[in-house]
């Protein structure tokens, strides 16, 4: 089975064209570029538990990640049209796990797996701050088991 197939159940987080402005010396995607598609793949996931950017605005909460890996698989060229697919893997009182997987979207291989390790964070104490109750639940709902790649 494909990964593309293999994780279509997965949230579609984020998807987009790799353009040549994001390469690095050497003519391939920088490291800048994993980060952002990440970053942006990991906070669409934050949503499905409800940790919006309204909860976050009205509330005083952010978001710090605390603990991030990245594994490469395949060079991201030019032209490249990719997706990242994500769940959650962990919820906890004060913190989340999400795991990503990047693919090429026309191909199916897998280009890189990315997981971190995030804190509800008090943006006025700038400490970590327990989820609310129906955060909490729904996002301990959404949990699955680390998928093998």
């Known amino acids: 089975m494909s990964p593309l197939e293999r994780f279509k159940d997965f949230n579609l987080a984020y998807q987009g064209m790799f353009y040549p402005m994001e390469t690095d010396h050497m003519g391939h995607a920088n490291v800048r570029y994993y980060s952002r ?27 710090a990640a605390v603990t991030e890996n990245f594994l490469y698989r395949r060079e991201i060229l030019p032209g490249d049209l990719i997706q990242v697919r994500s769940c959650l893997i962990n919820f906890t009182e004060k913190s989340l796990h999400v795991w990503a997987v990047m693919m090429d979207s026309c191909t199916g291989e897998i280009c890189a797996i990315n997981d ?3 804190v509800s964070l008090d943006t006025v104490a700038r400490k970590s701050a327990p989820w609310p109750k129906a955060i909490f639940e729904k996002g301990r709902s959404l949990v699955r088991e680390r998928p093998e790649v």
Not at 44 to 55: D, H, L, N, Q, R
């Open 116 to 118: 971190q390790i995030c």
């Open 37 to 63: 598609a990440f970053n942006e793949a990991a906070y669409f996931t934050f949503t499905t538990a409800g940790i919006t950017p309204g909860y976050m605005r009205e509330n005083d909460r952010g978001m």
